[in-house]
């Protein structure tokens, strides 16, 4: 398993920006990639951003595409969300998973979890 802490959420004005992280721990990172998820009230938890399998491949939801986005150091086992241009429909807590090789995500690890508000 891989140990997932989120951190950097907040109360961000629309039109402001936040970077959440997510420091992994445990299994070696070349067996599993990562991203980030989020779940607003009432919705079910949907898809953000991640990386790919293939280097350098990175996919966005089409809400976030051109504001937000994902990039890692690999050094500290971490990944960040950069999130721009924020809007109150942003409004969410945010989830870092990674996915197995040969796994779903939501066969996967899942971190505590960071809220997001963003106030029009």
């Known amino acids: 398993q891989v140990q997932l802490v989120e951190s950097g959420g907040g109360l961000v004005q629309a039109g402001g920006s936040l970077r959440l992280s997510c420091a992994a721990s445990?299994?070696?990172?070349?067996?599993?990639?990562m991203g980030w998820f989020r779940q607003a009230p009432g919705k079910e938890r949907e898809f953000v951003a991640c990386?790919?399998?293939?280097?350098?491949?990175?996919y966005y939801a089409d809400s976030v595409k051109g504001r937000f986005t994902i990039s890692r150091d690999n050094a500290k086992n971490t990944v960040y969300l950069q999130m721009n241009s924020l809007k109150p429909e942003d409004t969410a807590v945010y989830y870092c998973?990674?996915?197995?090789?040969?796994?779903?995500?939501?066969?996967?690890?899942w971190g505590q979890g960071t809220q997001v508000t963003v106030s029009s």
């Open positions: 445990g299994r070696t990172s070349s067996t599993y990639v």
């Open positions: 998973a990674a996915q197995f090789k040969g796994s779903s995500w939501s066969g996967g690890s």
């Open positions: 990386f790919g399998w293939s280097a350098g491949s990175t």
